[in-house]
């Protein structure tokens, strides 16, 4: 995680449009309120600085495919590389919960 991390930092490589959507998501979920865009644009830049725009891609692809029934979704939900894109999303949330809330 720690050259990943490194990558993303050097790289700033989301777009506009994905931190638009985290924070609009962010805000839909804890408060429409202009402290809470502070704090959600905070959020997604703290992720964006701990993890890579693809690996964060690849875990919300992860999240959203593994609501899918079946052998489909069971795949997402079990695959090794799945897990460990989601640890490393849930690890990014969770520092940027720490250090923006």
Known sequence: ???????????ND???SAR????FGCMKA?????????????SIDIIASLLPYDRY????TVLSMSQVR?????QFR???????????????QAE???RCF
């Open 78 to 92: 079990s695959s090794e590389h799945a897990k460990n894109a989601l640890d490393d999303l849930r690890r990014a």
């Open 14 to 16: 989301y777009p506009t």
């Open 20 to 23: 638009a959507e985290y924070v």
């Open 96 to 98: 940027a919960e720490v």
């Open 70 to 74: 079946g052998n489909l979704g069971t």
């Open 57 to 60: 891609v690849t875990a919300e």
């Open 30 to 42: 804890n408060g429409e309120t202009r402290q809470m865009i502070e704090q959600c644009s905070c």
């Open 1 to 11: 995680m720690m050259a990943a991390a490194a990558r993303a930092h050097d790289t």
